[in-house]
């Protein structure tokens, strides 16, 4: 069993960029309430050379009957369990079944990921758009830097959106999907077509949909629709056409206008958004062919996140907080510096979280100023000569 070619740098100093960022690996499956598969180590890309920094798996129709629902009450679900297993190793983060949607804080930048299973059959689109629409509306959270989904910095929507191939017959779609000319269907898939006319819409991205569409399968098998379905008066139905049900989006919020002077609030949010740019970068998004227990493939896209925030080094002085020079109080966080360390001459300034494990910067605070000291200026004690960066730095005390 094989693993993809993802998208390669073109030269020496693209690969070492890709080093530099932030792996993720997401999966959007729908398991139409089936079993879990032995194994799941392709589908996570395990065996790797690119190790992922960051898992995130969407699953959608798992199986909630009344007896499944009463064991899942003292026990995880088998799919839970199954991916638990496998990325315990690693670390992860588990979110609830059905509808869900998780965000973080991700180097300061507000991150959101939304698993949505929208209606299904061909002729509801437009209720999918409605339904999308009506989660990102009513959706809240508790923070005052990013209390809706579209405030957040990057948003990643996914599931099973069930959109469909509309106006094209079964044989065609079909022959295009055996010749790979996966190209000659997408103007006829119905979320391209809905994101030319849907504000909404037009602000997600996605790649190439250069796979196979990841529905509608015979069940153990990688054939698409063979059955007959029986309808209501006893004719047999038409057989699914194939789709890209199963989809990954991703939402970078567009850059907000120069803000108004009086305006602190938007000064502080342009100024982040030029000074820590938040680049994503598409590696690799296709199905997994090799996984048949649902009449849905899994769909994958591995992800490189970037933010445009510098080393320490890129400043012109820091103070080092030790553990015990921080004391939290609730939701409130005091750090006691040295006097001896704030630069005189003021300036604006951001709190970093420092993880040793991790050796980098995990966390950072809204900007804030710190007001030049007219004394110590008068008196001549500048910046050099009052931070004691360059001298812990020579003698690798830091």
Sequence with gaps: ???????????????????????????????????????????????????????????????????????????????????????????????????????LSFY??????????????????SERVEEFEY???????????????????????????NFRIQDHGMHFIRSCINNQTYDLLWSRDQLTMLKKKEPLLQDFEEGPLDFQPSYKFDLNSDTYDSRLYASWFGFNAKKRKPAWTDRILWRVRPKSPPPEEQNVLKERKHNEEEEHPLQVRLNLYTSKMEYSVSDHKPVIGVFTLEVGFGGVSDYITYAWVKDNEAAFNGELMQ????????????????????????????????????????????????????????????????
């Excluded at 073109?10 to 960029?17: F, H, N, R």
């Excluded at 839970?80 to 670390?91: E, Y």
């Excluded at 990921?113 to 061909?122: I, R, S």
């Design 1 to 103: 069993m094989t693993e993809e070619k993802e998208e390669q740098p073109d030269d020496q100093q693209e690969a070492e960029k890709e080093t530099e960022g932030v792996r993720l690996h997401m999966v959007t499956w729908n398991v139409a309430t089936a079993d879990p598969p032995a194994d799941v180590a392709s589908l996570l890309h395990l065996n790797s050379p690119k190790t992922a920094d960051l898992y995130v798996i969407g699953l959608q129709e798992v199986y909630s009957g009344p007896l499944r629902f009463v064991s899942d009450m003292i026990f995880d679900d088998p799919w839970s369990q199954l991916f638990i297993s496998t990325l315990a190793p690693r670390g992860y983060v588990k979110g609830n079944k059905g509808g869900v949607s998780v965000r």
């Design 108 to 125: 300061g930048h507000m991150l959101c990921f939304l698993n949505c299973h929208l209606a299904a059959h061909m002729n509801y689109a």
């Design 135 to 161: 989660i990102m509306e009513t959706q809240t959270f508790d923070c005052k830097k990013a209390p809706r989904i579209v405030d957040h910095r990057l948003v990643f929507w996914f599931g099973d959106l």
């Design 335 to 398: 750090v006691f510096v040295s006097k001896e360390e704030i630069p005189v001459r003021g300036g604006d300034c951001v709190l970093c979280y420092y993880s040793n494990n991790l050796r980098s910067i995990i966390g950072v605070s809204e900007p804030f100023k710190v007001q030049e000291s007219k004394v110590a200026v008068a008196e001549g004690l500048f910046p050099e000569r009052i931070s004691r960066l360059d001298e812990m730095t020579r003698n690798q005390e830091f």
